[in-house]
């Protein structure tokens, strides 16, 4: 379907064009090359990182995080359910298991009161997301995590520049993952990383990547015997998709910088003419990216319906994971997380993207006044 004004839409220019045909033109190296690594050392420096390490999608990337922490069968492993369901699916991956907590309502992160309830003798590591763009309470979730003596991995699949204070999302757990498909902040069409300051995580997270191959040098071009030390998988970036990430990733303060003014007009012009909705906001030193703009309302499927017939696009992140077919039904899943399940009747994700224009922010709030002065 074509759409007036989509979700989103990607911010590339011409830079992103040269480097990948630059790649391609190469004639060679399109799988493993030098961008990756290049790539790599711009990421965990942008983040404030010792290692990073990127992958073909943030599920393998996720994936890969657990087997590098050693999370296993017996294991409990804390998550959202308001998240996209690859965070949940990740501790099955490992064969852990999943146990959900509720969110808080602030940042739409985990609850940390309700961590330290689901915490049992079984738990190995949490797993909290950094919902549309804003860090979750994150500092309350590393001390909860101290004093348990669990394993933090941050799902910071939306929030890259996201920060508290000073401090970058991916700078607070053990290891860190990025995702950068397409709606992402920055993307490479699909593709992931893990960020670490532990340099045994990130010299696992490169033999699981590539077939548990210990690989001295480019094992395309050379003659070298590398041997095969534990059981690894093919979760590799291609040298051609690394080349977007570096463009990509050079623009990404531009990016968020539109992102926020375009954020800022779009909360000023609902404020002003709509009073049932709650605009986002962040707590105090927290520096929202905006990957998404999640309003809350009342009649919210009427409101998504009218906006889609103005041909606007609107969506529902997240529906709860532990209400999908999967996890109630072939799991066997019965937990009650009330914040989630409200919340999740509420919430609705508007158009937001760098390129939005004011016009487009006009359209869609004249739209929603038009819905709401029927309904009122
Ligand atoms: C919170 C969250 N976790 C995990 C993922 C999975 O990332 P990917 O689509 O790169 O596999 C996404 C992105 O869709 C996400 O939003």
Same mark, same amino acid.
């Given at each position: 379907m074509t759409w007036k004004i989509p979700l989103f839409k990607i911010y590339w220019d011409e830079e992103d064009v040269k480097r990948v045909s630059d790649a391609i033109k190469a004639g060679m190296n399109w799988a493993v090359g030098p961008n990756i690594e290049k790539f790599e050392k711009m990421i965990a420096e942008y983040i404030g990182a010792k290692y990073c390490a990127v992958f073909n999608s943030g599920t393998s990337a996720l994936h890969a995080a657990l087997l590098a922490h050693e999370i296993k069968q017996g294991d409990e492993v804390i998550v959202p359910s308001f998240t996209f369901i690859a965070t949940a699916n990740a501790p099955l991956f490992v064969g852990a298991k999943p146990v959900f907590a509720d969110i808080e309502?602030?940042?739409?992160?985990?609850?940390s009161e309700d961590v330290k309830e689901k915490i049992t003798e079984k738990t190995k590591a949490i797993i909290p997301i950094h919902y549309g763009g804003c860090p979750c309470k994150i500092t309350e979730l590393r001390e909860i995590a101290d004093d348990h003596n669990l394993i933090l991995i941050e799902d910071a699949a939306e929030s890259l520049g996201a920060r508290v204070g000073d401090k970058k999302v991916g700078t607070f757990g053990d290891s860190t993952m990025l995702s950068f498909c397409q709606?992402? %902040? %920055?993307?490479?069409g699909d593709g992931g990383a893990i960020i670490t300051d532990s340099r045994e995580i990130y010299e696992k997270l490169k033999l699981i990547r590539s077939h548990g191959r210990l690989e001295t040098s480019d094992y395309f071009s050379s003659t070298e015997y590398m041997d095969y030390i534990t059981l690894g998988y093919n979760f590799r970036m291609s040298n051609i998709v690394a080349a977007l990430g570096i463009a990509q990733l050079k623009k990404i303060d531009k990016i968020i910088e539109m992102r926020r003014k375009n954020t800022k007009y779009l909360t000023e012009r609902l404020k002003q003419e709509i009073k049932e909705i709650i605009t986002p906001n962040s707590p105090k030193d927290y520096y929202h990216v905006y990957q998404m703009y999640t309003i809350r309302v009342d009649n919210r499927d009427k409101l998504m319906k009218h906006l889609a017939d103005s041909g606007i696009m609107t969506k529902v992140y997240f529906s709860p994971v532990h209400l999908t077919h999967f996890y109630k039904n072939e799991l066997g899943y019965a937990c009650k997380l009330p914040v989630t399940e409200e919340t999740s009747n509420q919430v609705l994700t508007l158009p937001m993207y760098p390129t939005l224009t004011n016009e487009e922010i006009d359209y869609i709030v004249e739209e929603m006044k038009k819905f709401f002065e029927v309904i009122r």
């Open positions: 309502e602030e940042t739409y992160g985990l609850d709606n992402k %902040i %920055i993307t490479t």
